[in-house]
């Protein structure tokens, strides 16, 4: 019963985050205090992920590294590059513009991996992507967001550093180790670990959201456009990596989500712990997790009708040769 609940709460995860968001609009003082406990949500997260990684998830890194290695470039240049232009092109204030940014130097988010599976695509190159940029955010996402928001706003890369230690790095491997031990209590335990994640997620999601509903009121549609346009633009371009590297359509599928999919949680505890003299920046992250959520859903949906018809097609043109 209770795998039942995990599974139908991780499956609809995205009705339950825009219920949630809902609520937080119309009743925002509930809501509020959950963002003094974003960094120990998001780490829950990260822990339950860990969890779900195997020692021998790395053996598929080490065996392809160089198409796992150029999606995680891929993550780390596309995307923040993407933001930046986001900014300059809507002129953005400043807050936004550092929460925008903040967003695209995160590394690949866990949603990634299960939009990748209902696309049909490589879910083991999907986490050997994830994996790798978790483990490179510690050194990449401070020093990009100090590169391209230093400018706007004063950056403190070791302060960025320990935070993204503390909340991703540290849970993470935590989580790969237990794993490693306690192999069997944590397969008794699979079906809690995503209902946390999950929970997790939605829970700071509301949290930021309850504690900016009147700005979202007012400048809600001019940051839900740059928020949509990063977020479409990087599945867009993540796909035509792949189809330029010559790609399976299956590994098509997954660097495509990899790099249009951001820990956007990571933005949301940077913004909040990092950059708390700039309360809004926190705003882009929250309003990418929906999105995110919700249009790699109807993409990845997509992408499994097109596999599938073309699985059909070489099926038969198969069956005509013969």
């Known amino acids: 019963m209770f795998q039942k609940i995990s599974d139908f709460f991780v499956k609809h995860l995205i009705y339950f985050i825009i219920i949630l968001s809902a609520l937080a609009l119309k009743f925002p003082d509930n809501f509020k205090p959950m963002t003094d406990y974003t960094a120990i949500f998001l780490a829950f997260a990260m822990f339950g992920m860990g969890t779900t990684i195997a020692v021998e998830d790395f053996q598929h890194l ?19 590059l993407i933001a930046l232009g986001l900014c300059v092109l809507f002129k953005l204030p ?21 939009l990748t599976h209902i696309g ?18 510690p050194v990449l996402t401070p020093l990009l967001v100090y590169a391209l928001a230093g400018s706007w706003v004063e950056v403190s890369v070791l302060g960025m550093v320990k935070s993204v230690v503390q909340v991703i790095l540290i849970p993470v491997l935590l989580g790969i180790g237990i794993k490693k031990v306690f192999a069997k209590q944590v397969e008794s335990l699979k079906s809690v670990f995503p209902l946390i994640s999950s929970l997790a997620i939605a829970l700071i999601i509301s949290g930021i959201i309850g504690l900016n509903a009147e700005k979202i009121m007012t400048s809600g549609l001019m940051i839900f456009s740059v928020v ?13 990596v792949g189809k330029a590297l010559h790609l399976t359509e299956a590994e098509n599928t997954a660097i495509s989500v990899e790099v249009g999919t951001q820990n956007s949680g990571l933005s949301v505890v940077l913004a909040t712990g ?24 109807i993409y990845c949906t997509w992408r499994a009708r097109k596999v599938e018809k073309l699985e059909i097609s070489s099926q038969e043109s198969v069956e005509n040769l013969g």
């Open 62 to 80: 080490i065996r392809h590294p160089k198409n796992i290695i150029i999606g995680s470039i891929c993550q780390f240049t596309l995307m923040p």
């Open 94 to 114: 400043q807050d936004l513009a550092l929460g925008v940014i903040l967003v695209g130097c995160a590394p690949g988010g866990t949603a990634s991996n299960v």
């Open 120 to 137: 049909g695509g490589d879910v083991a190159f999907s986490v050997s992507m994830t994996i790798l940029s978790t483990l490179l955010a």
């Open 228 to 240: 949509l346009l990063h977020n479409c633009l990087g599945l867009f371009l993540g796909l035509m």
């Open 274 to 297: 990092s950059f708390p003299m700039n309360p809004l920046a926190s705003l882009p992250g929250a309003i990418f997790s929906v999105c995110q959520n919700l249009v790699g859903s």
